[in-house]
């Protein structure tokens, strides 16, 4: 089964709209992060913003929120107020467990953002 | 965050030939990981370096393969052997800092390409 699913191969939104991508996870684990990256043309990964699965409280880092549901398993994405420099594919990643030395990551197959002017 | 770099950026290769990749951080690092990612794909974890011990491969690569040096806290090199077309893919160093558990950084990343 795969650990990350994103089910969005492809997504096209308006400027200065919302956007949310979406991300469910797989694991038995009680201790994980979930993590997002964006990644434009130039091939380099761009850490967005992470969420623990302690926290009491969605993460938040700008115009990136993250809506966290626990027993659903998802970690969605939102971007406010879209700008034409978000278009991007953008990945979202899972750690199982904290100890040292595990901090590979997961990834999953990523959704491609198209902003529109 | 620190500064991540990788040498080369980008690279065309001939098929057989060996390239060896880079990765320097301005920061103390605990493990390093090296991802592969082949055209249109997403990343797929190639191993773990540890400083001063032998490097955990995943699933499907091997040693002999892409052999991986840690000499020390800041520095890794990836190598990729005997290259076939199938190796064309970015490749990225992914340091842990230090201390730091709610972030993951990456380099900026090795463009290859194997004719």
Do not use: H
């Not at chain 1, 967005?48 to 969605?58: A, C, E, R, T, V």
């Not at chain 1, 809506?67 to 978000?86: E, H, P, T, Y």
């Not at chain 2, 065309?12 to 605990?30: A, E, H, N, P, W």
């Not at chain 2, 082949?38 to 040693?63: C, D, H, K, M, R």
Request: some cysteine; glycine content about 6%; overall charge neutral.
């Amino acid at each position: 089964a795969q650990k990350i699913t994103q089910t969005q191969p492809g997504m096209f939104v308006q400027e200065k709209e919302a956007v949310t991508l979406d991300c469910t996870y797989d694991t038995s684990d009680p201790s994980y992060g979930l993590f997002w990256y964006k990644q434009p043309s130039s091939g380099e990964m761009i850490f967005l913003i992470y969420q623990g699965s302690y926290d009491q409280q969605n993460a938040t880092e700008g115009r990136y929120s993250l809506n966290f549901q626990k027993a659903r398993k998802s970690a969605n994405l939102v971007i406010s107020a879209s700008q034409l420099g978000d278009s991007a594919m953008y990945f979202c990643a899972m750690r199982e467990g904290v100890s040292f030395g595990n901090e590979k990551l997961t990834f999953g197959t990523g959704t491609r953002l198209t902003i529109i002017p | 965050s620190a500064v991540i770099s990788q040498k080369p950026s980008r690279d065309i290769c001939q098929r057989g030939t060996s390239l060896t990749i880079q990765c320097q951080v301005d920061s103390q690092v605990t493990m390093m990981f090296w991802y592969r990612q082949q055209p249109g794909q997403s990343l797929t974890l190639i191993a773990t370096a540890n400083q001063g011990s032998e490097a955990t491969y995943e699933s499907g690569f091997v040693i002999d393969k892409f052999p991986i040096s840690r000499p020390n806290l800041t520095f890794s090199t990836l190598t990729v052997s005997n290259m076939s077309p199938e190796d064309s893919s970015i490749y990225l160093c992914s340091p842990t800092l230090v201390p730091s558990y709610n972030e993951q950084f990456f380099g900026p990343g090795t463009r290859l390409t194997v004719l």
